[in-house]
């Protein structure tokens, strides 16, 4: 039983336009998201993050959106670079635990 | 400084045989967490340490799969009598503790069981 859910398993998006990624949750006591993004042969790395109480967050390219009704977060890249080409897994923890559980990802590809 | 470190960073073995894994964590870092990536598949939780206990093992595939932590620092996941379906990227990630949500991943073993 998935708990994050990501439909897309990969994206091609021209280099300038925006990517925009998308990820659903089932479990409402999620408090806290997070996107991570991962090279091959590379560990994941932190991305960017969003807490329940905000439905917006922006750090440069990267833009997260929360949508608490719908259980559903988008990342948005805008303008997309080929160096964003990569996995991008969207993953949530809830408020009484560290556990953080991970979607399946997306595959980015960035087309110069 | 110095990131999570994974040893070895390939790992070829055959069926039946056991494999140990190894995670140094970042320094000063508490909580540390075990994950795998199948080919094609997500990140599987498999376990967290908060210290050196471990309070949530509910991932481990099996009893054939175990995981230690000691000195609040390195971890090491052992795998018995491996089969073909154990062959994955074993990844370990470290973050501050409670309360922290971001983690630091290393770069992961390949484990590969013919």
């Known amino acids: 039983d998935q708990q994050v859910k990501q439909n897309s398993p990969s994206l091609s998006v021209q280099e300038g336009r925006i990517s925009i990624l998308n990820c659903d949750y089932t479990?409402?006591?999620?408090?806290?998201f997070l996107w991570y993004k991962k090279y091959p042969a590379e560990g994941p790395t932190f991305l960017i993050s969003?807490?329940?109480?905000?439905d917006k967050n922006e750090d440069g390219r990267f833009t997260v959106f929360l949508n608490k009704s719908a259980k559903h977060l988008s990342l948005h890249i805008v303008p997309s670079q080929p160096g964003d080409s990569a996995v991008y897994f969207c993953?949530?923890?809830?408020?009484?635990?560290?556990?953080?559980?991970f979607g399946p990802g997306t595959s980015l590809s960035v087309i110069p | 400084g110095a990131g999570v470190s994974q040893s070895p960073s390939n790992k070829v073995t055959e069926k039946g045989k056991d494999v140990e894994l190894r995670c140094d964590p970042i320094?000063?870092?508490?909580?540390l967490y075990w994950y795998r990536q199948s080919l094609g598949q997500g990140l599987e939780f498999l376990i967290y340490?908060?210290?050196?206990?471990?309070?949530?093992k509910s991932g481990l595939p099996s009893d054939r799969f175990s995981a230690e932590r000691t000195g609040g620092s390195v971890s090491t996941l052992t795998i018995q009598r491996t089969q073909q379906e154990d062959s994955a990227v074993y990844l370990c990630?470290?973050?501050?503790?409670?309360?922290?949500?971001?983690?630091?991943f290393g770069p992961g073993t390949r484990l590969t069981v013919t």
């Open positions: 990630a470290s973050s501050i503790g409670r309360g922290s949500y971001e983690q630091y």
């Open positions: 479990n409402s006591m999620f408090d806290y």
């Open positions: 969003i807490s329940s109480i905000k």
């Open positions: 993953a949530a923890r809830g408020t009484s635990y560290d556990k953080v559980i």
């Open positions: 320094s000063g870092h508490t909580a």
């Open positions: 340490f908060q210290g050196n206990s471990a309070p949530d």
